[in-house]
């Protein structure tokens, strides 16, 4: 099983496609488009925040259970770095730490049910990096209304709190073996030769794996 990960608007989900199609595998994807609580967490996050936190800790439980049937299966995001987008709530007060611990409890008890599959682990993690000036660009680019930081300077500063810990919760991540790319070097859509030369990085380091 290989995982994306990244900050939001990196292009998980077009990383995710182009790989999953490449190794003739499936994709799960993030609870995005049919989540019910996300648009009312960007319009009132104190009130909404604990609430999906739980429901995306819940659906990439599912996910990874459920991706772990296969070796090639694809995620375009997964229970590890769940905790980040929980912990920069808990920072600006819209989870207390009641349901922190609530939730920590409920990680735990996760992650130690993932620890008895017969697949312990993914195969590889692939981390989606890039400048925060090109990850706002992409989010302005896809064009979620409540993405935009238009005028609001509380999702501006999330954003930035969120990318300001991503190096370092990838560099502590040690699940499984790990590859970062530039999200800038390569232009998967208009470009073959990006998309060739990023699955050929895919190819290379699960033929280390392996």
């Known amino acids: 099983m290989i995982v994306l990960a990244g900050m939001i608007g990196a292009g998980k989900t077009t990383y995710a496609e182009k790989i999953a199609d490449h190794l003739n595998s499936q994709i799960f ?13 960007y319009q009132n996050p104190k ?5 999906l936190q739980i ?22 995001r997964s229970i590890y770095e769940d905790i980040l987008f929980t912990q920069v709530n808990v920072d600006n007060g819209n ?12 990680l735990a008890n996760m992650m130690e049910e993932l620890d008895n599959l017969p697949q312990k682990a993914p195969k590889l993690l692939v981390y989606l990096s890039g400048s925060f000036d090109h990850i706002l660009k992409k989010i302005q680019y ?36 790990k590859l970062k790319l530039n999200i800038e070097d390569y232009d998967l859509v ?5 998309l060739a030369a990023m699955l050929n990085k895919i190819d290379t380091k699960l033929n280390e794996i392996e």
């Open 55 to 76: 429901h995306f800790l819940n659906t990439r439980f599912q996910s990874i259970k459920a991706a772990y049937h296969d070796d090639s299966n694809v995620l375009d």
């Open 142 to 177: 896809r064009g979620r209304p409540y993405e935009q930081t238009d005028g609001n300077d509380y999702l501006y500063q999330y954003y930035q709190q969120l990318f300001s810990k991503y190096d370092d919760w990838f560099d502590n991540y040690n699940y499984s073996p």
């Open 95 to 106: 989870i207390s730490q009641e349901e922190f611990a609530i939730y920590l409890d409920l």
């Open 29 to 41: 994807y993030e609870s995005v488009d049919d989540n019910p609580i996300l648009n009312d967490y």
């Open 190 to 194: 208009n470009q073959p030769e990006d």
């Open 47 to 51: 009130k909404y925040a604990f609430a």
